[in-house]
């Protein structure tokens, strides 16, 4: 046994140790310190609180320190206080903030920055910004500069700069398996000896449904059933069947799910449970993993949406797997499906069909 665990748990049961999620920050940070607070936490020891929420919060006081102009400091504290973490709070009052969400602001907390810094090798403050500036920022430089547009829009509604307009980003079309790609991907994860039957859940929930990765680890055990003709899985408003034989990789996972035996996870909701209590298996390690298998997340979740949109109409998929409108109308345009008004294929609530 690591020998910073009983130490740990020795100040704690003497009192040298408060147990308050403050005390446990005042430590060094490690592993082994997380994981006791996760046990502490998923025993009703301590509150539970949204990790990433005070990840961004952590990472934000040095990023501040590093910009040594006064205004735009201040700039990019009113922006971060009142725009990005008021977002990540609304996020962490409907379910904790998934990485990705984590991780885009921090994105645009930082491409905020290297514009005001370019803005400013130009000679000009945010309230001199002008619409050449705009163009000239947008036309150059990396695709990363896009992200700027978050910071730029709330300094229009704040009114901090005037006559300018942002230019529309359109979505990338991103990387896109090939339909026989997509064929071997399924056969292999139904066939695969060696991957854990984890990885082959998450992966034909990826290649079936086009499922993000992100959402697929935070699935719960009430989220499948065992249906009149087989295994369910509600991903949207609806129970969906799983056909055979991908039902029956998914039915070696849910019965030997990983790490319940341990005090990680002794009663655990999650379907896919990490290593650390109350956590889910890490969204990015799963994402690799797969890759390494020759499953790349992005394009095998694009080319299931172009199978599905060919067969579908949007707003049904959209129902059904639990996405928003726009996704699904972006994959049917893709698709070059003609499903060109999805308000028009939905009925008001309350209203049934002839």
């Not at 996760?38 to 929420?53: K, N, S, T, Y």
């Not at 969906?240 to 039902?247: K, M």
């Amino acid at each position: 046994m690591n020998q910073r665990v009983p130490d740990l748990l020795r100040g704690l049961a003497n009192g040298d140790i408060e147990l308050s999620h403050e005390a446990l920050d005042s430590l060094p940070r490690s592993r082994t310190v997380e994981y006791l607070r996760g046990l502490l936490v998923a025993h009703g020891c301590l509150p539970w609180r949204d990790e990433h929420l005070l990840a961004y919060d952590r990472w934000l006081a040095p990023k501040l320190d590093t910009i040594t102009d006064t205004d735009q400091r201040k700039l990019i504290e009113r922006y971060t206080r009142w725009h990005v973490m008021r977002r990540l709070r609304d996020h962490s009052r409907q379910g904790p903030v998934t990485a990705n969400a984590f991780l885009r602001a921090k994105q645009h907390t930082t491409v905020a920055i290297q514009f005001l810094h370019w803005l400013a090798d130009r000679g000009r403050r945010l309230n001199e910004c002008t619409q050449h500036d705009i163009d000239a920022w947008f036309s150059n430089g990396t695709s990363t500069r896009g992200h700027a547009n978050n910071f730029l829009h709330w300094a229009i509604k704040q009114r901090l700069v005037r006559r300018i307009t942002v230019p529309w980003q359109p979505h990338g079309n991103g990387p896109l398996a090939s339909e026989r790609d997509h064929i071997e991907a399924l056969r292999a994860l139904l066939l695969h000896e060696t991957l854990p039957a984890a990885h082959r859940a998450i992966g034909i929930m990826l290649v079936l449904y086009g499922q993000p990765v992100s959402k697929i680890v935070t699935m719960c055990m009430d989220e499948f059933r065992e249906g009149y003709d087989g295994l369910q899985v509600k991903l949207g408003k609806d129970w969906t069947d799983i056909p055979e034989p991908a039902a029956a990789v998914i039915r070696v996972h849910l019965a030997a799910r990983p790490g319940l035996t341990t005090a990680a996870n002794p009663d655990s909701p999650l379907v896919f449970p990490g290593r650390m209590p109350g956590r889910t298996m890490h969204v990015y390690t799963v994402a690799n993993i797969l890759r390494e298998n020759g499953i790349p997340a992005m394009a095998t979740r694009s080319r299931a949406w172009i199978q599905m949109v060919r067969q579908a109409p949007p707003s049904v998929l959209a129902d059904a797997l639990g996405v928003s409108p726009k996704t699904a109308m972006r994959y049917a345009e893709r698709a070059g499906s003609d499903y060109l008004a999805y308000a028009t294929l939905r009925r008001p609530a309350g209203i049934d069909n002839p």
